[in-house]
T-cell receptor, first 117, second 110 residues
Framework: GAVVSQHPSRVICKSGTSVKIECRSL??????MFWYRQFPKQSLMLMAT?????????EQGVEKDKFLINHASLTLSTLTVTSAHPEDSSFYIC?????????????FGSGTRLTVV | DAKTTQPNSMESNEEEPVHLPCNHS???????IHWYRQLPSQGPEYVIH???SNVNNRMASLAIAEDRKSSTLILHRATLRDAAVYYC???????????FGTGTRLQVFP
């Protein structure tokens, strides 16, 4: 099946700094990728839809200037958490779907655990 | 987005079948029923999806009610590695987004 690679798996950063998280589709092209955030013992919350070659679409309540999304190629989307604060500490997960394989669902990355100190 | 309702938690013994229910009474004709599961500290994993007919794959079976207002994910023989949170999600055919609900936490006992 399709594989989505997410990097880094774990990152600790200082308050006020920025962190970039990468999401790559390894064996398929993805014109659309999705970014989720998950707090402990909660479900996944969709943050934004990353569109290749155009602006991302953010869900209501998600600050687009704080969570910068770039989808420069058909296999790579990046999420940058700018001016991170402790409340941004969370588990960030990306996903994509191989549109050529309708017999399969969405593939998710293994997640990035961000800790802001 | 049409909502789904799942029990918060379920328990099973190893090697027994598990039936995970999901209610989706507001499902529309173009909504696919997707199931994903999430192990601790990992991203979700696709399990199975269907539209109207029952579906089988190597991981599980999906039984869809005739009126499509409910479905059941069936794990034929639970293993300890099946302990996870299982999410039932309605995916509208003309949109890309997957919106997660609260899911069912499955515990499997040896």
């Amino acid at each position: 099946g399709a594989v989505v690679s997410q990097h880094p798996s774990r990152v600790i950063c200082k308050s006020g700094t920025s962190v970039k998280i990468e999401c790559r589709s390894l064996d398929f092209q993805a014109t659309t990728m999705f970014w989720y955030r998950q707090f402990p013992k909660q479900s996944l919350m969709l943050m934004a839809t990353s569109n290749e070659g155009s602006k991302a679409t953010y869900e209501q309540g998600v600050e687009k200037d704080k969570f910068l999304i770039n989808h420069a190629s058909l296999t790579l989307s990046t999420l940058t958490v700018t001016s991170a604060h402790p409340e941004d500490s969370s588990f960030y997960i990306c996903s994509a779907r191989d549109i050529l394989d309708t017999n399969y669902g969405y593939t998710f990355g293994s997640g990035t655990r961000l800790t802001v100190v | 987005d049409a909502k789904t309702t799942q029990p918060n938690s379920m328990e099973s013994n190893e090697e027994e079948p598990v039936h995970l229910p999901c209610n989706h009474s507001t499902i529309s004709g173009t909504d696919y029923i997707h199931w994903y599961r999430q192990l601790p500290s990992q991203g979700p994993e696709y399990v199975i999806h269907g539209l109207t007919s029952n579906v089988n794959n190597r991981m599980a079976s999906l039984a869809i009610a005739e009126d499509r207002k409910s479905s059941t994910l069936i794990l034929h023989r639970a293993t300890l590695r099946d302990a996870a949170v299982y999410y039932c999600i309605l995916h509208r055919h003309n949109t890309d987004k997957l919106i997660f609900g609260t899911g069912t936490r499955l515990q499997v006992f040896p």
